[in-house]
């Protein structure tokens, strides 16, 4: 893949995150991450391994913008070399 594709793909990616709807997603995903980062109905340790699953994603997604930031400075950072 070359540079110019890179660089369009972050470009997308900037861009879905400036809208709208991202941000309502994103808020939507902190709110039900809140929610669920507890272990008080943990009942058995299937449960558990359940609830950490499901963190482990929404983690994931909830710091995906961060991470997409991340790689881009480094992709810059590459280029200058």
């Known amino acids: 893949m070359d540079n110019s594709t890179v660089e369009r793909q ?6 879905m995150f ?3 709807g991202w ?5 939507d ?3 039900i991450l809140d929610g669920i980062d507890s ?14 699953g499901q963190l ?4 994931r997604i909830v710091g995906f913008e ?3 930031e991340a790689a881009y ?4 950072d590459a280029e200058t070399l």
Do not use: T, W
């Open 66 to 68: 961060n991470g997409i």
């Open 18 to 20: 400036s809208r709208a």
């Open 10 to 15: 972050f470009e997308d990616y900037f861009d």
């Open 39 to 52: 272990l008080d109905y943990v009942k058995n340790y299937d449960d558990f391994l359940h609830r950490k």
């Open 23 to 27: 941000k309502l997603f994103m808020d």
């Open 73 to 76: 400075k480094e992709f810059k």
């Open 56 to 59: 482990e994603i929404l983690k």
């Open 29 to 31: 995903m902190k709110d």
